[in-house]
Structure formats: structure tokens, C-alpha cells
């Protein structure tokens, strides 16, 4: 018998959980890295951290995108 507490999630409720939440932090991470990626546009290209393994020119937005792809996976390792 279930308490009537106790939920019951099937396997597709929780990959959509863990999809949903990926997706926030992937927002959340690009929106943060986004304005670091603006601010750091006024210093000389040599001293931006994230721009040195850049091969082309790219916008602020990709650049963001790119750093948070790379950062992410490292959330789920704890």
C-alpha cells in the first residue's frame, strides 16, 4: 500500500526532470557567462580568460554558450 506522501515517478518523468533541469542550468550559466563575456570585450584581446582558446572570432554569445558547455559537466560530478 502507498502513504499517501510517497510519489511514484516513472522512468520518462525523471529524464524529463533531469532534462528540464539541465536546461535551466544551462540558461542560467550562459546568461552569467554572457555578461562576463561583455564586460571582458573592453580588455585586450591577450588578457581575456576564455577568448585564448577561441580559434575564430566569435560573438559574445557563442563565446558564453561555449564556456557554459564546458563548465556544466563538471555541476553533475559531486
Keep these: 500500500m502507498l502513504k499517501a506522501g510517497e ?31 561583455v564586460i571582458t570585450r573592453l580588455l585586450p584581446r591577450a588578457l581575456r580568460p576564455f577568448a585564448a582558446s577561441a580559434r575564430k572570432r566569435e560573438s559574445c554569445f557563442e563565446e558564453a554558450r561555449r564556456v557554459a558547455l564546458a563548465v556544466i559537466p563538471y555541476a553533475f560530478e559531486w
Design 7 to 37: 510519489v511514484n515517478l516513472g522512468a520518462q518523468q525523471v529524464r524529463q526532470t533531469d532534462t528540464r533541469s539541465y536546461r535551466i542550468l544551462l540558461a542560467m550559466a550562459v546568461g552569467c557567462f554572457f555578461v562576463v563575456s
